[in-house]
């Protein structure tokens, strides 16, 4: 089975200032990983994916993630953070070649930014 | 639609009272999925149809959940004789096959 394991609920950061969220995941197969940012009472927006390839993936806003296998981990990294970036943060997996595609989300990282 | 679209956003029912949560996919979407997040969690996968076939229905909790998408298009969840412990948002997804899942803004439930 998979699991996605997201180590810290809560992220507090002063603007401007760089973050990292970090996210592991365990299976015993290939799988895609993924990141999406919740706002309050919003659904999930995809902020970026990784799938094959180069293991620096980089998205929307500005972020960026590392795909790490020997160390089965998929952190998710923005250099200069804003207040517009105060959401919830979901590390995800899906099967590397499912047959549903269904993702398996972590417990969440809120990520705090304070003026 | 240009999104996928959930109604009601918010649905307060009594314990025991019947429910049904709404979701229009993306046009042309043959991907959808339905997930269950309780306050504080990350979305947990309830079920997924391609078309009009529920291929997965394996996170539904107990039988008081089915899921139906008749026409392969909308979706509906039901749930019968809510309990407290289904209060949750509940979120649907749809996509083309084997791409990027978009999420519609859910539906809110609490069980009073």
């Known amino acids: 089975a998979q699991s996605v394991t997201q180590l810290d609920s809560q992220v507090p950061v002063f603007e401007e200032a760089p973050v990292e969220l970090r996210c592991n995941y365990s299976?015993?197969?290939?799988?895609?990983l993924f990141w999406y940012v919740q706002y309050p009472n919003q659904g999930l927006q995809l902020l970026l994916k990784?799938?094959?390839?180069?293991?620096l993936v980089k998205g929307i806003n500005g972020f960026e993630a590392e795909f790490n296998k020997s160390q089965t981990s998929f952190h998710l990294r923005k250099p200069s953070v804003h207040i517009s970036d105060t959401a919830e943060y979901f590390c995800?997996?899906?099967?590397?070649?499912?047959?549903?595609?269904?993702?398996?989300f972590g417990t969440g990282t809120l990520l705090a930014v304070q003026p | 639609g240009a999104g996928v679209s959930q109604s009601p956003r918010y649905k307060v029912a009594k314990r025991g009272q019947d429910v049904a949560l709404r979701c229009d996919p993306i046009?042309?979407?043959?991907?959808l999925f339905w997930y269950q997040q309780a306050l504080g969690q990350g979305p947990e996968f309830l079920t997924y149809?391609?078309?009009?076939?529920?291929?997965?229905k394996s996170g539904l909790p107990s039988d008081r959940f089915f899921a139906e998408r008749p026409e392969g298009s909308v979706s509906t969840l039901k749930i019968q004789r809510t309990q407290q412990e289904d209060s949750a948002v509940y979120l649907c997804?749809?996509?083309?096959?084997?791409?990027?899942?978009?999420f519609g803004q859910g539906t809110r439930l609490t069980v009073v």
């Open positions: 299976s015993s197969v290939s799988v895609y």
């Open positions: 990784y799938l094959s390839g180069s293991t």
């Open positions: 149809f391609q078309n009009e076939a529920q291929l997965d």
């Open positions: 995800a997996v899906s099967l590397y070649g499912g047959a549903t595609n269904k993702l398996i």
């Open positions: 997804a749809s996509s083309l096959a084997g791409s990027e899942a978009f």
């Open positions: 046009s042309g979407h043959v991907s």
